[in-house]
């Protein structure tokens, strides 16, 4: 199905809507690039011009509901929480998602799928056509396209495969590794699934190629600093201490980034602020709804569908700026009455519910790597190699990263050095509804709920319609 879907849709849809007044900080070569509706695939790569919109085009196919602007997000928390987020919608897809009970036929876990492997297919096409571009453009482009395909590997590897687990094989099955374009029919061939390994294998493949060939500086699209992060969530998720402390410590003491004066204001920015190390860009004339849609519940905006339970806000500490709640809200507010990371929700469809102010605009730039997260890396990173009788990575101790990240949400500091649960609580408390959660608890081989760590139904079936149009595909045994 992923192959028929691609070769039906590949007038490569390259929607090249310019986002906003943000892509005139971009690079001089992307300035040149016109909008444009869709192109053959027998003209899209034949120009310097259409590749470098062909990539652009990619960028906007990240920004999915289907994939990163939204589902991804969603997968991760539902999948991950046993009782403090609450969905409160009548959509049965997610609601079948929070009770660890996915139909195989979920129309969701479909979409995710098949646009995923669509994107994957216009990066491929990108890397296949790089000799196209003038010299001086070729390892940027194929830097950035290496980035966001070892982004989207790294996201269907971990959803729809068992976890990987430190020190064993890995040889279960993750997604099929498809790393040629798919142009037409001949190109349609089925494609099994690679172990769990091997896909981690070509995510770090492809994050190291990545990081070597783009540069410092990027504008609003991936560098080699966002490699670098990147790379540090893969190895802090694989167990490799050592290089996820490496990576973080990269690029918190590269002085590109610094963390924005409160946790409320790392979002809902209409432009990449200081802290945000890659994100995806929306504006008033192209952008994704789906996160603040969800979470929101505010006046012309959000649905409220996803609440927070009252133990989940007792986990904060009273001065804790991330766990404040504003109760007193009004069925006129916007977000530009919250104040607060939590607020009751006031929108026409739910209100009443607690809300997160993470999501509160439809217009404004997604962050999906911020500086703080790369600070939690490394305290965890640091703390677990020294754990092991190893040294730590750079000068600074993990009490001094958590207490970084607990100064700027006013919590009180740690005197002494923090344990293992301190720190991993910490991270849930600056990184809570940002698609982390249940790749965490996965990681540190946690319970959710009554469900172990590895359990088959805190990943996502195969697309029953893949199923049945891929003989070499083979479903997962939790939902045969």
Request: with cysteine; aromatic share 10%; proline share 5%.
């Amino acid at each position: 199905m992923i192959e028929k879907h691609i070769m039906k849709t590949f007038k490569i849809q390259i929607l090249v809507l310019l986002m906003g007044a943000l892509f005139l900080h971009s690079c001089d070569d992307f300035l040149e690039v016109l909008p444009q509706e869709a192109m053959d695939a027998d003209e899209a790569l034949t120009t310097p011009e259409n590749v470098k919109a062909t990539l652009i085009g990619a960028y906007l196919e990240t920004r999915s509901r289907w994939t990163f602007g939204s589902q991804f997000n969603e997968y991760a928390e539902l999948l991950g929480t046993s009782g403090h987020l609450q969905h409160v919608g009548s959509h049965r897809q997610p609601q079948e998602m929070l009770e660890k009970n996915i139909a195989v036929n979920n129309s969701y876990v479909e979409s995710s799928w098949i646009i995923a492997y669509s994107l994957v297919n216009t990066l491929n096409n990108v890397i296949h056509a790089i000799d196209v571009l003038d010299e001086n453009d070729r390892d940027r482009v194929k830097g950035e396209a290496l980035f966001l395909r070892g982004m989207v590997y790294f996201e269907l590897t971990r959803l729809w495969g068992l976890p990987y687990v430190p020190g064993q094989t890995n040889d279960q099955p993750g997604v099929p590794l498809i790393l040629t374009p798919t142009l037409g029919a001949p190109d349609a061939l089925p494609v099994a699934r690679e172990t769990v390994a091997n896909c981690y294998q070509q995510v770090l493949l492809d994050l190291k190629d990545a990081k070597e060939l783009l540069p410092h500086s990027n504008g609003v699209f991936a560098d080699s600093f966002a490699a670098s992060a990147l790379l540090s969530r893969v190895y802090l998720q694989i167990g490799d201490f050592q290089r996820a402390a490496e990576e973080a410590d990269h690029v918190i003491e590269s002085g590109h980034y610094q963390l924005n004066p409160t946790p409320f204001s790392a979002f809902n920015n209409p432009q990449p602020t200081q802290e945000d190390i890659f994100s995806l860009q929306n504006s008033l004339t192209s952008h994704t709804i789906w996160l603040p849609e969800r979470y929101g519940s505010l006046n012309g905006l959000g649905r409220g569908d996803y609440q927070f339970s009252n133990d989940f806000m007792e986990l904060f500490e009273p001065a804790d700026l991330r766990g404040q709640l504003q109760e007193e809200t009004h069925t006129g507010y916007t977000l530009e009455n919250i104040h607060s990371m939590y607020y009751i929700g006031v929108g026409a469809i739910r209100s009443g519910g607690v809300n997160t102010a993470k999501w509160g605009n439809y217009y404004t730039a997604i962050p999906l790597i911020r500086l703080a997260e790369m600070y939690l890396t490394r305290a965890e990173a640091n703390y677990e190699l020294m754990d092991q009788g190893s040294a730590q990575v750079g000068a600074v101790s993990p009490k001094e990263d958590i207490n970084v990240i607990r100064s700027r949400a006013n919590a009180p500091l740690f005197d002494t050095a923090p344990g293992r649960d301190d720190i991993r609580l910490e991270r849930y408390f600056e990184l809570c509804w940002e698609g982390h959660r249940i790749h965490d608890l996965k990681r540190w081989q946690h319970h959710v709920g009554a469900y172990p760590f590895d359990a088959g139904n805190l990943i996502l079936p195969i697309p029953v319609r893949e199923i049945e149009t891929n003989p070499l595909l083979e479903q997962n045994p939790y939902y045969l």
